[in-house]
């Protein structure tokens, strides 16, 4: 039996070099371009090893010898596959099908051989994720790519085999403005005439302008495709010329006119590949079937954000309709996903087990591609490691994510790489049990309560930092987690792990904090962690909070931690929050206000007889609709007074509305904060001091 599966095996390896040679030699061509990129490659490898390897080496042809190990790269843009192998006690023969593709296996096969060759170094190289043995392998993804600032590096989308916005694409996002000349003729036709907040996706002069913008800067006789996004602007309006209706436009709908342009461009440039999105007045898939070159891009953003994605859910059922809808007009389906928390980029967030599942989701429904929108040019906690591993799920779905995680941590950061892995692992293992959805746009309250446990997090956090010489490629972790620190310190006040002690009425900071905000300002001699969210997130403005409002105030409130009621039936935050000391911090209206988009009445019992001054600070930010409330009434046991409230300070975005009133022992305050009519403003109020 032994014997039988030994001749088995010999004789399968066999059929198998046989197939690849026989199936090299079907497919490569022997054009001039085909040539000319097979050179890259082959220069590329040559240049790589010379650099890295103190090995005796030689070049010849399109090979060359490695300590006796004869070593080729070769293309074969026919090749079914997205690489194979031939490996032999000898020889390597390396077979891509695109230029990337073999570059990425030049830094594959080196990063190999350096684990038994001390000669070679690859140090900056990740862990392969290949093995050095004959086998062919087709990637899950077409397209790959995880928006972090590791994958954003020069270099990298080589070395992790992805891709990137800012190398593979001609034109991204709603940007057809930045390529285009204005004209009346581009630009939409509404009922209120031409307007320039949209485009006509019928016009001859768009298709012209367009047409020229990728002849002059990309070619048509280009080496590599190049991606480019038709896509209308951020907004409702849909053209309705009557070329438009014509082609099918109605209101709102503008799906076929761009089609109609995708058609154009697509049969015009037929080495490049052109995509539209499944958004607003394009959300709706044409009812032609486009040319080979086209594709969409469809957003996850209605998608439940769990890991066990099941078409019983009303809305992963919709989703999964709307990509065999598109599949139906277009050949390439992209799926726009996340992979931050866009509100805190800093505190870890445990998002790897859960998108392992959500790919083999999408490859099962048939998606081409993939791109995670996370913190792109800013740095994020573990940055480094998520890239590298979702570049790994996005070639190999099924992959071991715990092994890779310590393959990495151990290459990286050899002196803490069991701190690390065990960190990160059991924060994935520990939430991933739960399937619970995760907030792309969360608070430090909602993390504390889903996926952060705040205890592991502080063990780590002191563990890290107890370190006498912190390795320069840990600094950044070192810093973020500082971050974090002072956010778990602000929301637990004076409980455990807060920023202060409660004396009387007045709270005192605990002086440890002062010197983590002190830390974490070192945050300016890093080249990208400046933001700790997406948007008004600088740091710089987060530490003047802390030293205006905490460090050189005094925290005195003589209702603190007085029992307080709303009327709001449900509130993201406890109403406690009003008499807790603490103030908010501006403009992230995450950090300590109470939020209300109605009329909001607050109540508590007086603890105190004498005049005082009563105080309340209010988020003013037009963008998200907080302004300060157009009245503001007090009422003493039902009755309402006629005192005068003004304003007294600002504070970045906040105002503190201050007026006085004399108090009895036992008297039932309500304070009625009146909403302006006919708007959608809301109220953010951080306390109720008095005084």
């Known amino acids: 039996m032994w014997l039988f599966r030994q001749h088995r095996t010999i004789y399968l390896i066999f059929v198998f070099l046989i197939s690849m040679t026989a199936s090299a030699s079907e497919h490569i061509t022997h054009n001039s371009k085909s040539a000319a990129q097979n050179k890259k490659l082959q220069q590329f490898a040559w240049k790589e090893f010379q650099a890295r390897s103190n090995a005796k080496k030689s070049f010849s042809d399109d090979s060359f010898e490695l300590n006796d190990k004869k070593i080729t790269f070769s293309l074969n843009t026919n090749l079914s596959e997205t690489y194979c192998l031939t490996v032999s006690e000898n020889t390597i023969t390396a077979l891509a099908k695109t230029l990337d593709d073999g570059k990425w296996l030049v830094y594959q096969i080196l990063e190999l051989l350096s684990q038994t060759n001390t000669e070679i170094k690859t140090d900056d190289l990740p862990p392969a994720s290949i093995k050095l043995s004959t086998h062919c392998k087709t990637f899950d993804f077409e397209y790959r790519e995880p928006f972090f600032p590791t994958n954003l590096e020069k270099g990298n989308t080589i070395v992790f085999g992805t891709h990137s916005v800012d190398l593979h694409w001609g034109l991204w996002g709603h940007n057809i403005s930045k390529i285009t000349t204005p004209a009346d003729e581009i630009f939409a036709t509404t009922k209120d005439g031409i307007t320039e907040n949209q485009f006509c996706f019928s016009s001859e002069l768009l298709f012209k302008q367009f047409s020229d913008y990728v002849l002059n800067n990309f070619g048509e006789n280009t080496e590599e495709s190049v991606r480019f996004m038709v896509m209308p602007e951020d907004n409702n309006i849909a053209c309705l010329c009557e070329n438009c209706k014509k ?239 002072l956010q778990i310190a602000l929301h637990k006040g004076v409980k455990r792990n807060g920023f202060a002690v409660k004396k009387e009425q007045i709270l005192e900071v605990r002086p440890e904090i002062k010197g983590i905000v002190a830390h974490l300002k070192n945050y300016q001699k890093t080249d990208n962690l400046h933001h700790y ?142 909403i302006a009519e006919n708007t959608k403003n809301k109220i953010a109020l951080d306390e109720i001091r008095i005084l």
């Open 247 to 485: 082609i099918g436009n109605t209101e709102g709908n503008a799906s076929p006119a761009t089609a109609q342009m995708l058609k154009k461009l697509a049969e015009r440039f037929p080495m490049h590949l052109f995509f539209t999105s499944s958004y607003h007045t394009s959300s709706q898939p044409p009812n032609i079937k486009l040319p080979p070159n086209t594709g969409v891009f469809i957003s996850t953003i209605h998608l439940p954000q769990i890991s066990e994605l099941s078409t019983k859910n009303k809305r992963v059922n919709e989703f999964v309709n709307t990509i065999h809808v598109w599949k139906e007009s277009v050949s390439h389906v992209y799926v726009w996903d996340y992979a931050s928390n866009f509100d805190d980029y800093l505190t870890p967030i445990p998002i790897l087990y859960s998108l392992q599942k959500r790919l083999a989701f999408f490859k099962n429904e048939g998606v081409n591609g993939v791109f995670f929108n996370a913190s792109g040019y800013d740095y994020s906690s573990f940055e480094d490691l998520k890239t590298y591993i979702i570049s790994n799920l996005l070639q190999q779905t099924d992959i071991d994510i715990p092994k890779h995680i310590r393959m990495f941590f151990r290459k990286f950061y050899p002196e803490n790489h069991q701190l690390l892995s065990d960190y990160y692992i059991n924060l994935e293992e520990k939430f991933s049990r739960k399937n619970r959805p995760i907030n792309i746009y969360g608070s430090i309250r909602e993390i504390l309560a889903t996926y952060l446990n705040e205890f592991a997090f502080m063990d780590f956090y002191e563990e890290l930092n107890s370190i006498q010489h912190i390795p320069d490629n840990l600094k950044k972790l070192s810093l973020a987690l500082h971050f974090t620190r």
């Open 533 to 674: 969210r997406e948007e008004t997130g600088a740091l710089d403005n987060y530490i003047k909070n802390w030293e205006e409002l905490i460090f050189n105030s005094t925290l005195e409130n003589k209702i603190l931690e007085l029992p307080i009621q709303s009327n709001l039936d449900y509130s993201e935050v406890p109403v406690e929050i009003l008499t807790d000391g603490i103030p908010g911090f501006s403009p992230d209206y995450h950090l300590g206000w109470y939020i209300s988009t109605e009329i909001l009445e607050l109540s508590f019992q007086s603890p105190i007889t004498e005049r005082v001054k009563i105080q309340m600070r209010f988020l003013e930010n037009e963008k998200h609709r907080f302004a300060i409330p157009e009245k503001i009434e007090i009422y003493i046991n039902g009755r309402k007074l006629n005192n005068t409230i003004y304003q007294t300070n600002t504070y970045s975005d906040a105002h503190v509305m201050e007026s006085e009133i004399s108090l009895n022992k036992g008297d039932e305050i309500t304070i009625r904060l009146v």
